[in-house]
Each structure stands twice: as C-alpha cells, then as structure tokens.
C-alpha cells in the first residue's frame, strides 16, 4: 500500500482533495465511493473550497456512499444523509439524480434492498475512487471484524466498540442505532483506486495492523492489502505506531523527485 504520512490533519485533508479534484478533472463523470465520519469533513471543505474558488465540477459526478444507519430517516441530524447534505452535497454543483446512499428507513426485504444497491453501483461501470475513514477497531464502511472480504452491500449489525464511538453523535437520551446497511469489503476492493484517511492517536493501533499487519478479518481494513491501488494518508499521530515510516517518508521524497509539485 502506498502511505502518505502528513503533518497535520490540513495537510492530510489537502492531499485527499487534490487527489479526489485530480481525478474529477480527468474524468468529469467520475463515480466516485464517499465515506462519512469526523475524519472525512476537511475533505469536504476543501473540495467546497476548490468548486467555489477554481470551479471544480461535479455536475457529471455520480456518488455511491458506503452506508447508513438503520432505522433513521434521511432528515435526521446524525444521519449519513444529513452530514453528505450538510459537509458537500449542498455546497457543490452535484445533480442530486448522481447521489446514492443507502436508505436507513427500510423494514423488509433487505437483502434484495442491498442486491439493488450492489447493482446500481455494477451498472454505473464500478466505483473509479473508493474514499474510506477507519475505526478503531479497524472497520471500513460498516464492516466491522469477522466480515467477510467476499461481502457486498449488506445489513450489518454493530459492535459495541463503534456503538459507543458513535455516542457522541447522538443526544443522551436518543437510541443508537445498532445496525446499518454498508457496502461489504468485497464492494469495496472492487473499487478501481482506494484511498483510506486517519487522523488522530486513536487511529493509530488500527493504522499499523491495516497496513503492516497480517491481514485477517479481525482487522477489516488489513484487507486492502489485496488492492492493488490503495493509498493511505494518515497524519504524525495516526502513523505512529508504522514501523516502515521512514521507508515510507524515502517513497515520497523520490515520488516528489519524479513527480515534482505534489506534496503539500
Ligand atoms: C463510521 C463510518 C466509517 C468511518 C468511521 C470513523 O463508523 N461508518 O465509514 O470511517 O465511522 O469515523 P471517524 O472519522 O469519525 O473517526
């Protein structure tokens, strides 16, 4: 996998962007894989940054997030579809008929809910740029240890780890959702290029054992070892506990030297 170590969480958050903004520029009707979590909103700000100061254009973009609790309803404040609308879609020129999240308020059919989710992204031609946050106990989208890394979009239930990291989220009195629908690994390492971002010391057990770990569903995200196009861009504290840092830092002075311009 290729690590992208970065000071800060800014210059983490600029990274992705010009990566993302990168690839819209070269493909106007990108699909692009989105994630949700504290860690993807200064990606979004920055892309909002770059639409409105340099015009970057997402009217042919088409979008696929990775997931969505179950059981509330797009209007919720702590709904995926709220914090989409509420950090990108409304800032940017996005045709909301290109926007798919998986909808938290169905009650039956599941598994043919997530087939048709499955088949909306096959018939788009496949996800172009998967973006992915991590848990700290190492998940990917929803998928928490034990997924399988065949899985595809699917009901998930939660562990208890991510049920208490969500809490934050969610008024003391409020039910946490224990559920969600998410794109399964197998969804995800379908995807043609990977990025995977993490900020923050307690990322960092989790960061080491994805990249430089051995890949076991016990670490959900380890399974991205197997794509052959993964990127990860963690800051100082994230990366701390890599034990290849400093042959990562080399890889990207001489990245620098043949591609000049692209740190940041
Ligand atoms: C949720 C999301 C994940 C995200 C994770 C980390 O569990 N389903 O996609 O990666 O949170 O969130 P944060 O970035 O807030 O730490």
Redesign the pocket.
């Given at each position: 996998m290729l690590v992208l170590l970065k000071q800060n969480y800014e210059a983490l958050s600029r990274e992705a962007a010009h990566i993302i903004s990168n690839a819209v520029r070269s493909n106007p009707a990108i699909k692009l894989g989105l994630?949700?979590?504290?860690?993807?909103i200064g990606v979004y700000r920055e892309l909002v940054r770059l639409h409105r100061e340099e015009g970057l254009d997402f009217s042919r973009v088409v979008t696929f997030n990775?997931?969505e609790y179950l059981g509330i309803s797009p209007e919720h404040p702590h709904s995926?579809h709220h914090f989409m609308l509420e950090h990108f879609f409304a800032h940017v020129n996005i045709d909301p008929g290109n926007i798919h999240i998986p909808d938290g308020t169905i009650a039956s059919d599941y598994e043919q809910y997530c087939a048709a989710y499955e088949a909306d992204i096959e018939g788009a031609g496949g996800i172009d740029l998967q973006i992915?946050?991590?848990?700290?106990n190492g998940?990917?989208?929803?998928n928490e240890p034990s997924s399988s890394f065949a899985s595809k979009t699917h009901l998930k239930v939660?562990t208890k780890a991510?049920v208490d990291?969500?809490r934050k989220f969610f008024a003391a009195c409020e039910t946490i959702p224990r559920c969600?629908i998410?794109m399964g690994i197998g969804s995800i390492l379908a995807s043609k290029r990977v990025l995977i971002?993490a900020?923050?010391g307690?990322?960092a057990a989790a960061v080491a054992n994805a990249i430089e770990g051995p890949v076991t569903a016990y670490v959900p995200a380890s399974a991205l070892q197997f794509h052959a196009n993964a990127t990860a861009i963690v800051d100082e504290e994230a990366g701390s506990r890599l034990k290849l840092k400093d042959y990562y830092r080399d890889v990207m002075e001489m990245t620098e030297l043949f591609t000049p311009g692209r740190s940041s």
């Open positions: 994630a949700t979590g504290s860690t993807t990775l997931d995926f992915l946050g991590i848990g700290r998940h990917i989208g929803f939660l991510t990291d969500n969600a998410t971002l900020t923050g307690a990322k």
